[in-house]
């Protein structure tokens, strides 16, 4: 590609999102370089932001041409000030294809991230951890070569100390039977525990159905031990009536062991995208219908006996004068004030795809007149949200256009 092409994907990129709001109001950050850059996850610091995703380290020969076989999508982390100016960038993960899907901020001012990176030799992937001082220096890197292909979604730090991982892993596990084990070519949620050193403690534990099990988001539980939430195509409800993917909830014990897993289904093709841990229960967020179909908004409330009926299984309606839905789906939520949420994700698809933020009430409802969507020329959607102290909603994911992407960043208030 030659240097002027990318110039002008460049200021096709950065001109692309329609502001709604008086530039006063609004910051919008774009990182990389050409190629595919990701944001993933997004934490506010002391004195700003740091994002995981991935960086693609582009390689380059004479007059700038880019050789897109050299160039290779890693592991990467931001860091920015509170404008969203960045402070630095790093990529890990030596030159391993790879990213981080979620990042950290530790109380001693150090980030960790985890994804996965693939094998240059057999490229199967693993899972990677890293952690890195303030300045991006100082590193500890660890990848953890299990049986078959293993990529992490979340970590969470331990009461105790150290981290708990979680991953999807592809290892068959024995006996199958019609209600458990993995089958050959399937997926199953994976917990890895690891200390500070990011030294593996404990065996890894594999939970899931003989079908495909993936684990969306953890958290520390209302009463010790940790919660997943994720997707399975098992369906234990309305047998017949529903098809596809449920929401899998699944209950981790403070020593790294599992009570029963739930299935909420009543809906064809439902995916949790994130969730948060309440008082007396839980709010999940999600999407109905699969990828490439119309999709929509969708929220589950439950108390805290995962077991009971939900207290709300809704349709989040964004455009009630509009009879007609544009097609959303959901990445990300956090809490937002006092008793509402912060949802993330995308409004449209395709080539039309734009950053959406709206707020949410305790009831999974839609607070009207809080919808905010962002973008312009090609696709964007954000993966991620955070709110701070003062109101400001941050959100990270990407801004597309033909076949190369940025790290975007919104910083905005209502």
Known sequence: MDRKFIIVILLVLLSACEKSQDQNDIVIKYYGDALEDIGYSIVPTGDGYIIGGQLTKVSRRESNYIDIPASVKQTGIVRTNFNGEEIWKKSYGKRMTGNASKVLALDDGSFIATGFVTDTITFQKNIFVVKTGADGLNTVEKIFKLTGNQTATDIIQMPGGGFMVLATTDVVREPVTESTGNAAGKKDILLLRINSNLD?????????????????????????????????????????????????LVRINSDGSTIQPRILGGKNDE???????????YIIAGTIGAEGTAQQPYAWGLSSDIYAVPAFSDFIDLEPELPIKTSVSLKAICRYKTNSFIIAGQFGSGSSGRMLFFVADANGKYIDGTKKVFGGTGSQVAYDVTSD???????????????????SLVKFRF
């Not at 003989?210 to 997943?228: E, F, L, Q, R």
């Not at 995916?271 to 229960?281: I, P, Q, S």
């Not at 801004?399 to 190369?404: G, I, L, P, Q």
């Open 200 to 248: 593996q403690t404990g065996a890894p534990l594999a939970v899931g159905f003989p079908g495909n099990d993936y684990g969306a988001s953890i958290k520390n539980d209302i009463n010790g031990g940790y919660i997943v939430v994720g997707t399975t195509d098992r369906s234990d409800q309305n047998p017949g009536q529903q098809a596809g993917n449920n929401i899998l």
């Open 389 to 407: 102290e003062s109101n400001n909603i941050i959100g990270v994911g990407k801004n597309s256009y033909e076949n190369n992407s940025m790290i």
């Open 271 to 281: 995916y949790a995208a994130d969730f948060e841990v309440l008082n007396d229960g």
